[in-house]
């Protein structure tokens, strides 16, 4: 039997922060953002998004219809701002509410994993 | 030496031109703007200004101008799901394989001692002409992943287990078989007949059989579509699969195979050469579904006794 090679532990940490990724940034599109502060305004609160990944991730939102967006001219070059559209923002309720819920799980389960090391339910 | 503005441009248009044409202006308006304004964010954190290398590292962590449009692209459909790709793969190239294990000893054996031009001959005709197989294979798979994604089939919620009783056949399917099967026979049996009763002379003669082929492998021919008829007519009236009958299922379908394999390679079938080599041709075709079939018979013999055998051992411990 071929062995398994278990990937590589960042592609675990990348794998699990992608999956917050679509909350992260509905969080900061209540109003008006442009990608590039979108970022700023993200990693400002220890949230790393690689530009690569969000920039994209804007227009991908946009076509689903989550996002509207318009472009401005105000000082600088011209720039594509988004916000949250209604169907966004029922979205990032659901969101939030299963977050809640799977913070909650996680954390419990974590708490007492069977390794014998009594965590306190807040992870550390 | 390339001034930051043009690394920034030319990596954008590079990834824009890979852009659907409705949205490639759009968009790359938009990542140049942001390129930049991440550019000089970094030049503000090193405290130096933009230059060459800097700009390449930006757009180099970007990632390449290939995975960067597909990011921006929408979900297209899959023409092969991972899932069945090797069993794709394995198809389309086994099919191909097939059809040269049948055609290349019939085009060595028809010139013996001149094998060289027999492979050049075969190799433009039956061998590249075998590609059709994958070919067809991908055309489908367009068809049907394109289908998939217009019409995405019902969530796993409408999910129901297949009968257990695989064993049971359905009759409808087999009437229409039996009648198709009938059709045929009758079509190949009777084409010289009616060709000649309905068209001029000539065509009816293109369909003639060369009587040698008639006193030997019309009586096989014959023999083999008799036991295939009676074997069928004995599982439909039951309505279900028995292991004898399975097994003279089986029997039949590696006959066929063998009897088809030799009609390919063997004597003469029409008189008409043209007529001759394109009813091989056919029958080469059918004899490759033929070993498909049987393939795919044994395969599921050899699979069901070892998960029962495996449930077994797992209900043991």
Redesign the interface.
């Known amino acids: 039997m071929a062995p398994i090679t278990p990937p590589p532990d960042d592609k675990l940490e990348q794998e699990l922060r992608r999956g917050v990724i679509v909350l992260a940034a509905l969080s900061q599109l209540a109003g008006w953002q ?3 502060s979108l970022r ?1 305004s993200l990693a400002a609160r220890g949230m790393e998004i ?4 969000l ?3 804007l ?2 939102l946009e ?1 689903q219809n989550l996002l509207v967006s318009e472009w401005r001219i105000e000082e600088g ?4 701002y988004y916000k949250m559209s209604p169907a966004g923002r029922a979205l990032y309720g659901r969101l939030i509410e299963n977050w809640n819920g799977l913070v909650d799980i996680v954390a419990g389960l974590v708490a007492d994993d069977g390794t014998g090391t009594k965590r306190k339910k807040d992870g550390r | 030496m390339m001034t930051p503005d043009a690394v920034v441009e030319a990596y954008v248009s590079d990834v824009a031109r890979r852009l659907p044409r409705a949205k490639r202006n759009d968009v790359a308006l938009e990542l140049q703007a942001l390129l930049r304004e991440e550019l000089q964010g970094k030049a503000d954190e090193s405290g130096r200004a933009t230059d060459e290398a800097m700009a390449l590292e930006l757009v180099r962590a970007f990632g390449s101008p290939e995975d960067v449009a597909e990011r921006y692209r929408p979900a297209e459909f899959v023409i092969v799901p991972t899932t069945r790709s090797r069993k794709f793969a394995a198809i389309a190239l086994g099919g191909v394989g097939l059809q040269w294990l049948i055609t290349l000893p019939a085009a060595l054996l028809k010139e013996p001692g001149r094998e060289a031009v027999a492979l050049g001959g075969w190799w433009l005709t039956h061998g590249m002409g075998a590609l059709w197989w994958p070919g067809f294979m991908v055309t489908a798979a367009i068809v049907a992943g394109w289908a998939r994604h217009r019409w995405p089939p019902a969530q796993s919620t409408t999910w129901r287990p297949r009968g257990q009783d695989n064993d049971r056949i359905n009759r409808t399917l087999w009437a229409i078989g039996g009648v198709a099967a009938a059709l045929g026979v009758a079509a190949v049996t009777g084409a010289q007949w009616a060709f000649e009763q309905f068209l001029p002379p000539q065509v009816g003669e293109a369909f003639a059989f060369d009587p040698d082929f008639l006193l030997l492998g019309g009586a096989v021919v014959v023999a083999m579509w008799s036991f295939t008829a009676l074997s069928c007519a004995i599982v439909f009236f039951e309505g279900r699969w028995r292991p004898l009958t399975r097994n003279v299922d089986l029997a039949l379908s590696t006959m066929w195979f063998v009897a088809l394999t030799w009609l390919v390679v063997g004597p003469r079938i029409y008189l008409s050469p043209v007529t001759d080599e394109g009813a091989k041709g056919w029958i080469s075709l059918v004899a490759l579904f033929v070993l498909i079939d049987l393939c795919v018979k044994i395969y599921r013999r050899v699979q069901r006794p070892r998960t029962a055998a495996a449930l077994a051992a797992i209900a043991k411990t």
């Not at chain 1, 690689?50 to 990944?53: A, K, L, P, V």
């Not at chain 1, 070059?77 to 594509?80: E, F, K």
């Open positions: 442009y990608g590039y700023q690689e530009e690569g990944t920039y994209p991730l227009r991908r076509a070059p011209p720039r594509r």
